[in-house]
């Protein structure tokens, strides 16, 4: 963990392989804890952490050996960023459908980025220059300790290259 007055990052790299995601899902839940989040706020963050961890193995790596996803938490006074980045082809978010939709109410699957978007304040997507995507998602913090923001309602955006 590199440490600074301003911000602090902790960085996890991981095979891409589930066995891992309870590890993730639950260092992202010690990091709000630490941070004074209140439990439901941390709970979503570790949850929306989860999904983007799935993504990144099953649809950005494919399960494929070798390809590895890393996570980075940012902490700062004002909000925690978590990018979460996998070493795959990439996707357009723009292409995604709306998991409410009636046609696409009982699909099994679709509706982790809706998630994602529910949980925190802010959600980026961008393809990495050297190859893969990033997630990036964004919780704020409020004045105080108990001023932690306890709900989601992110707006999405689209990033261009990452190099």
Known sequence: MRTNTSAREIR???DSRFEFLDLVQQMAEDVCRVEGFRRDAMLNVALAVREAVVNAIKHG????EGKRVE???RLSPRKLV???RDQGAGFDP???GDPLDPRNIF???GRGIFFMKSFV???VFQRLGRGGMEVRMEKRVGKGRSGRHSTGGARVREGGEVG
């Open 12 to 14: 996890v790299q991981i």
């Open 61 to 64: 790596n494919r399960q494929q």
């Open 71 to 73: 996570v980075v938490f």
């Open 82 to 84: 978590v990018a979460v």
């Open 94 to 96: 723009g292409t995604l």
């Open 107 to 109: 699909r099994a699957n």
């Open 121 to 123: 304040d802010d959600v």
